[in-house]
């Protein structure tokens, strides 16, 4: 199966920045789409980021401008840059990965256990 491991998280006061990474490990032949989604506390998980394995990105309405997903298809990994962090950016934030084709067979939908993300003075 594929396991994917996120880091980075933390406390981080408002406009502050953090840097979240992602590693997906487990006979992983290519990765399709990589994404990051969050969910805070009484809300739904949302989709923050999500990038496709030729470079194409999408975000969500209320990071634009201030998060930046990239990929390293060599290493499997997904990152994403959080700038000018606002206290409503608090939630634990997961990483996914879909479409992973692996030594047996295509993998859908694959989920990290989440790192959490707290912005507060």
């Known amino acids: 199966q594929v396991q994917l491991v996120e880091s980075g998280g933390g406390l981080v006061q408002p406009g502050g920045s953090l840097r979240l990474s992602c590693a997906a490990s487990?006979?992983?032949?290519?990765?399709?789409?990589m994404g990051w989604y969050r969910q805070a506390p009484g809300k739904e998980r949302e989709l923050v980021a999500a990038?496709?394995?030729?470079?194409?990105?999408n975000y969500a309405n209320s990071v634009k401008g201030r998060f930046t997903i990239s990929r390293e298809n060599a290493k499997n990994m997904v990152y994403l840059q959080m700038n000018s962090l606002k206290p409503e950016d608090t939630a634990v934030y997961y990483c996914?990965?879909?479409?992973?084709?692996?030594?047996?067979?295509?993998?859908?939908?694959?989920w990290g256990q989440g790192t959490k993300v707290t912005v507060s003075s």
């Open positions: 996914n990965a879909d479409r992973v084709r692996t030594e047996w067979g295509m993998v859908y939908n694959n």
């Open positions: 487990g006979r992983i032949v290519s990765i399709n789409d």
């Open positions: 990038i496709t394995s030729g470079g194409y990105t």
